[in-house]
Nanobody
Framework: QVQLVESGGGLVQAGGSLRLSCAASGRTFSSYAMGWFRQAPGKERDFVAAISWSEVITYYADSVKGRFTISRDNAKNKVYLQMNSLKPEDTAVYYC???????????????WGQGTQVTVSS
């Protein structure tokens, strides 16, 4: 069992930065690939970024490539999402999730956090 708690969301102006954190409970955190997803009002939940168990491999949605960076610290059971050059279209609730499979589809992620709101003003 893994419990995930996101933090770090907030209101920021366009062009600004935020760093999201996801704290995981459980001794098997390093066994999971981790992902960040986001859901804007009235839209489906979309993939943002993923990082492999060993921190070596990362993958990004085209919409955030070059602006967002995912990282993890297995010793601290945490995963991060550094978001730079934020745009109003990045406004959404951001969720972290854990999966035993690399680049699993959304429905195959095993555990989810409760989400943290990110609002980017123009």
């Amino acid at each position: 069992q893994v419990q995930l708690v996101e933090s770090g969301g907030g209101l920021v102006q366009a062009g600004g930065s935020l760093r999201l954190s996801c704290a995981a409970s459980g001794r098997t955190f390093s066994s999971y690939a981790m992902g960040w997803f986001r859901q804007a009002p009235g839209k489906e939940r979309d993939f943002v970024a993923a990082i492999s168990w060993s921190e070596v491999i990362t993958y990004y949605a085209d919409s955030v490539k070059g602006r967002f960076t995912i990282s993890r610290d297995n010793a601290k059971n945490k995963v991060y999402l550094q978001m730079n050059s934020l745009k109003p279209e990045d406004t959404a609730v951001y969720y972290c999730a854990a999966s035993r499979s690399w680049l699993a589809p959304l429905e195959e992620y095993d555990y989810w956090g409760q989400g943290t709101q990110v609002t980017v003003s123009s």
